[in-house]
């Protein structure tokens, strides 16, 4: 692999003009060896430290794997005895997320300025109805007068 990291190096001309690059939060040691700068001249006691410590840093990597891997199936068998379903976690996260919700301030806020503004529509409708209700007791009032103030027609 480092064969291969030094031969791209040699033949991208433009790859030694590249800024050294910063690795993201979970990527590999591999990803980002293409960018690092050739390590310095060591001599071949650090060099066999430094493979002892990366074989140890593997080990202990893949020993850490089979742990999780052994914790996640004991998680699993006693949700299983606990009778707690995919479905059921899903509940609970959605009711535990509603309730972050409704508690949080923007929720509050929103929701009194709703109510506020429901209020005042509400209030507005009312005075429109009532204002189209008078009228139309005016037109209705005034269409009573005109037909009794006219001559019966026989």
């Known amino acids: 692999m ?13 790859f030694q003009e590249q800024p050294d690059s ?12 293409g960018a690092a700068p050739l390590p310095p001249v060591m001599t071949e006691e650090e060099r066999q430290e430094l493979q002892q410590e990366l074989a140890k840093v593997e080990d ?7 742990v999780l891997a052994a914790k996640e199936k004991q998680l699993a068998d006693i949700k299983r005895k606990l009778g707690v379903t995919p479905l059921n976690e899903l509940k609970q996260n959605i009711t535990k997320t509603w309730q972050e919700v409704t508690t949080s301030t923007a929720y509050r ?23 189209i209700s008078k009228k139309f007791e005016d037109v209705s009032l005034q ?6 103030s006219m001559p019966a027609i026989r």
């Open 143 to 148: 269409s009573i007068q005109h037909s009794a």
């Open 2 to 14: 480092v064969n291969l990291c030094f031969f791209i190096f040699l033949c991208l001309p433009d």
């Open 109 to 131: 806020r929103t929701s009194e300025t709703l109510s506020q503004a429901s209020l005042k529509a509400t209030a507005a409708f009312s005075n429109m109805g009532s204002a």
């Open 22 to 33: 910063v690795a993201e939060v979970g990527e590999d040691a591999v990803t980002s060896v």
């Open 60 to 66: 202990e990597i893949q020993t850490l794997s089979q």
